[in-house]
């Protein structure tokens, strides 16, 4: 009888070791890809001019995988790559937008996996009047605007990446889908006139 309390004290500080070391190998990784998996619990209110993302199709923001940049890369820029440039930061410039200048990162990245080269524009267009109202330097309110990314060109093949279907964590939304149900997975389920919205944005580039 004696012998039971020292030996419950010595086990104690054993599981706590195991505990302790269990949550090393798992949290500090899963730490480490906060970047790459976000959960977007809840949308943002929007309390200002700004527009924000609030996607309920999708409960979690996720950023582009590891083996995004295997994809083949787009072709040396043609004359039509550059005339749709052109159009995209004309239309950004004439409402000095902080995304003017980064059109032709757009056509590249329409090009790499395959999406229409105004969409993601026109979504930063809809979502943060093209980077005037925006947080994380997130344009296209992707996530509920909480993904942090380092730079315009990040976001923007982060989010063409996804809507292109090379994710396959979101690829089921939208993989071989049009643009019309891409933007119905992206909003159109919390806002029905999102879609037509944002194409109406595409027709005036």
């Known amino acids: 009888m004696t012998n039971k309390p020292k030996n419950s004290q010595t086990r104690i500080p054993r599981i706590a070791f195991v505990l302790a070391a269990f949550l090393l190998v798992i949290v500090n990784p899963i730490a480490a890809d906060a970047k790459m998996f976000e959960l977007a619990s ?33 072709a040396i820029d043609t004359d039509e790559d550059k005339d749709q440039a052109q ?27 395959n999406v229409d080269w105004r969409l993601i524009a026109a979504i930063g267009v ?50 071989d889908t049009d643009t019309k149900e891409k933007l119905w ?4 389920s919390v806002m029905a006139s999102y879609p037509d919205e944002v194409m109406n944005i595409m027709n005036m580039f």
């Open 126 to 175: 809809r979502e943060s009047s093209g980077g005037k109202h925006m947080m994380n330097n997130n344009p296209f309110g992707w996530g509920s605007a909480k993904i942090k990314f380092d730079d315009f060109s990040e976001a923007i093949d982060v989010v063409t990446s996804n809507l292109g279907g090379f994710n396959p964590t979101t690829s089921k939304w939208y993989k």
């Open 87 to 113: 159009r995209l930061d004309a239309y950004f410039d004439k409402y000095d937008m902080p995304l003017s200048g980064y059109g032709i990162e757009f056509v590249r990245a329409a090009k790499k996996y």
């Open 42 to 74: 809840s949308p943002l209110d929007s309390t200002s001019n700004s527009f924000v993302f609030t996607n309920s199709s999708i409960h979690s923001s996720i950023m582009a995988p590891d083996n995004a940049d295997n994809t083949p890369a787009p």
């Open 185 to 188: 997975h992206y909003n159109g």
